[in-house]
């Protein structure tokens, strides 16, 4: 076994203490209440607390099994967790203000602050895209499976950056033509598809490897994991229609 890299410790850390906060932020929500739903409430930091620590932990674990060199994954991984944590401090800093994080151009700071998520968001999408390329260009390592797990992952998970540019595209142009509050209600039909879109690149390799622990033969194991692809697909596909007829 491969001795870490320096910067997937770091990167490891990171997620934990963004997954720390996101349960912190439970805890504040069950102790301040105040609504689950709507622009200003404390699901975004627990929600994306949580996931963007998962999806760092999870990136940084799929992404050895890239052929990239160590010293472009080394600054890959390091810029995607200080996005990560810009992106979840931004959250959790206008949760605290109670306003609203995204799509919020009430006042200059209000609207550095969306601005910052924005550009963080666009950071983001072109390194997870730099990450599924690697993916295809060369046949990731691993167990039986674990190739077409991590390819189907990312190439999923550009599903989610996708719909989650959508909704701040959307979202920006309401807002700038005056229509602020449909602004905030118009990614509704979009975070079904976001959401399940956007761990399937942990899901998929996490199956791989806890089949590559069991006795059952690589035809078996591959079999199984291409089943599991077949229902992700199925639901990203199920979140896309439903996404389409709601929009």
């Not at 490891?12 to 439970?26: E, P, R």
């Not at 730099?130 to 992952?153: D, E, I, K, N």
Request: proline fraction near 6%; include cysteine.
């Amino acid at each position: 076994m491969k001795n870490p890299l320096p910067a997937e410790r770091v990167c490891h850390a990171t997620g934990v203490l963004l997954v720390l906060s996101g349960l912190a932020h439970l805890l504040v929500f069950a102790v301040d209440g105040g609504p689950w739903e709507g622009p200003v409430s404390w699901r975004k930091p627990v929600t994306f607390g949580l996931s963007f620590g998962v999806t760092l932990i999870a990136v940084t674990w799929v992404t050895s099994y890239l052929r990239l060199g160590p010293r472009l994954r080394t600054v890959l991984l390091v810029v995607f967790a200080a996005d990560c944590v810009v992106e979840a401090g931004g959250i959790t800093l206008q949760a605290w203000r109670r306003v609203p994080s995204h799509l919020n151009m009430e006042t200059p700071f209000d609207t550095a602050v969306s601005m910052t998520l924005a550009v963080g968001g666009g950071v983001l999408v072109v390194l997870l895209t730099v990450f599924a390329v690697a993916s295809f260009r060369h046949r990731p390592t691993g167990p039986a499976g674990m190739p077409l797990a991590v390819r189907s992952g990312f190439a999923i998970l550009l599903v989610a950056l996708a719909s989650g540019a959508a909704m701040i595209a959307r979202g920006v142009a309401l807002t700038r033509t005056g229509h602020q509050e449909a602004a905030y209600h118009s990614t509704a039909p979009l975070k079904p598809l976001h959401g399940v879109s956007l761990h399937a690149v942990l899901v998929l390799p996490a199956l791989a490897w806890l089949l590559s622990r069991t006795a059952w033969s690589e035809r078996v194991r591959q079999r199984i994991v291409t089943a599991a692809v077949g229902c992700c697909a199925a639901a990203v596909a199920g979140a896309g229609v439903w996404a389409v007829l709601t929009y």
